[in-house]
């Protein structure tokens, strides 16, 4: 089967040796991985006990699909986070990385009272064919965490930046993401396998490849209007 190929730009040295796109397998959470697959138990009636061996969690066929299609997208930098009534504060290491971080205000999600910004991974992704990704929250390395990856679907042929949209629970403590956690899951919406291929380059052919399918062209529905256009040209 011939696999879906991505090609990740990135101008960010740090970020092309520490943070790589890949699969979700690479990143499984501990506990999974010191999980066995079976485990001891007896049944049996009449006082006639029989030693059995039951399936854990690490034989269950959804959740080894869920861990194995998926690409896994870490954040390269820590990032403190807080949300008061619905708006959300934030901060890192450095005003660069605080500036990749966008909010989504009040009135941009009335009626879904809780924090919510979208924070920029330092890559610009490339998929000429425009297979749709589901953007999902890395849920199994972060179950205990008061902070989720939204969901939504996208491709990377008709834009190709990366950013993730993070939601955290209104009037609580703040909470802390750390440089390198997988944070959301790019699940492909195909039986094919993925490839990614990365790649170093300069920052004016990051900029020209982050501007080719983002340039702030129209007031709302870029994405769309981005898409119809293309079809013409």
């Known amino acids: 089967m011939k696999p879906i190929t991505i090609t990740a730009y990135t ?7 520490m943070f790589k796109i890949e699969s979700a397998m690479r990143h499984l959470p501990k506990w999974f991985k010191d999980l066995s697959k079976t485990y001891p138990t007896t049944v049996g009636n009449q006082g006639r006990p029989i030693n059995l061996s039951v399936s854990t969690m690490k034989n269950c066929p959804a959740i080894i699909e869920y861990l194995s299609r998926p690409l896994a997208v870490r954040i390269p930098y820590d990032l403190v986070l807080r949300c008061d009534d619905g708006e959300m504060g934030w901060s890192a290491p450095t005003q660069r990385i605080v500036d990749l971080v966008i909010e989504f205000h009040k009135n941009q999600k009335e009626g879904f009272n809780i924090g919510h910004c979208k ?19 890395a849920y199994y390395n972060n179950f205990s965490k008061n902070w989720r990856a939204t969901q939504g679907i996208t491709n990377f042929r ?27 899951y790019l699940m ?25 399918r983002n340039k702030k062209f129209t007031f709302i529905d870029k994405f769309k209007k981005n898409r119809k256009l293309k079809k013409f040209n």
């Open 158 to 184: 008709d834009q190709h930046h990366l950013a993730i949209n993070i939601s955290t629970p209104t009037n609580q403590e703040q909470t802390q993401i750390d440089a390198g956690q997988p944070i959301c």
């Open 119 to 137: 924070a920029g991974v330092g890559w610009e992704l490339v998929e000429p064919e425009g297979i749709p990704f589901l953007f999902t929250d």
């Open 188 to 212: 492909p919406l195909s039986e094919r396998p993925v490839k990614v291929v990365s790649k170093l380059v300069s920052p004016e052919e990051f900029k020209h490849i982050a501007e080719k």
């Open 11 to 17: 101008n960010d040295a740090h970020i092309y040796d």
